[in-house]
Nanobody
Framework: QVRLVESGGGLVQAGGSLRVACAASGRTASVFNLAWFRQAPGKEREFVAAFSASGGSTSYADSLKGRFIISRDNAKNTVYLQMNSLKPEDTAVYFC????????????????WGQGTQVTVSS
C-alpha cells in the first residue's frame, strides 16, 4: 500500500510557472508507477503525465507535451510536475496517482490517489 501527499499548488498568473510535488510513503513506495491527473470543475479527470517506477519511461498528454515536465526523485519517493507557460485553462485540482504494473493514461487503472492540490491560473 502507498500513501500519496501532494503539495505546491497555488495561484499563478498566465504565462508563469509552478511546480507541484507528490510524496509517496509506505514500505513499497519505490515500486509504484506514479502519475499526475487533473480535474477542472464540471469536467472529467484527465491524464497529465506519468513516470515509471524504474525510471525508464515517461508519458505525457499530447496537449501538454512541451509545457509540462514530470520528474522523479527515487531517493525521496517523490514525483514532480513542472508546469510552464501556464494558461487559465490549466486551472484544476491536480491529483497524484499510483499503480503497480506499468504506466497508464486511464484514471481507472490507478489504485491509489492523493487528496489533490489546487492550481489556479489567473488571466
Amino acid at each position: 500500500q502507498v500513501r500519496l501527499v501532494e503539495s505546491g499548488g497555488g495561484l499563478v498568473q498566465a504565462g508563469g510557472s509552478l511546480r507541484v510535488a507528490c510524496a509517496a510513503s509506505g514500505r513499497t513506495a519505490s515500486v509504484f508507477n506514479l502519475a499526475w491527473f487533473r480535474q477542472a470543475p464540471g469536467k472529467e479527470r484527465e491524464f497529465v503525465a506519468a513516470f515509471s517506477a524504474s525510471g525508464g519511461s515517461t508519458s505525457y498528454a499530447d496537449s501538454l507535451k512541451g509545457r509540462f515536465i514530470i520528474s522523479r526523485d527515487n531517493a525521496k519517493n517523490t514525483v514532480y510536475l513542472q508546469m510552464n507557460s501556464l494558461k487559465p485553462e490549466d486551472t484544476a485540482v491536480y491529483f497524484c496517482a499510483a499503480r503497480h504494473f506499468g504506466i497508464a493514461r486511464s484514471a481507472a487503472a490507478y489504485n491509489y490517489w492523493g487528496q489533490g492540490t489546487q492550481v489556479t491560473v489567473s488571466s
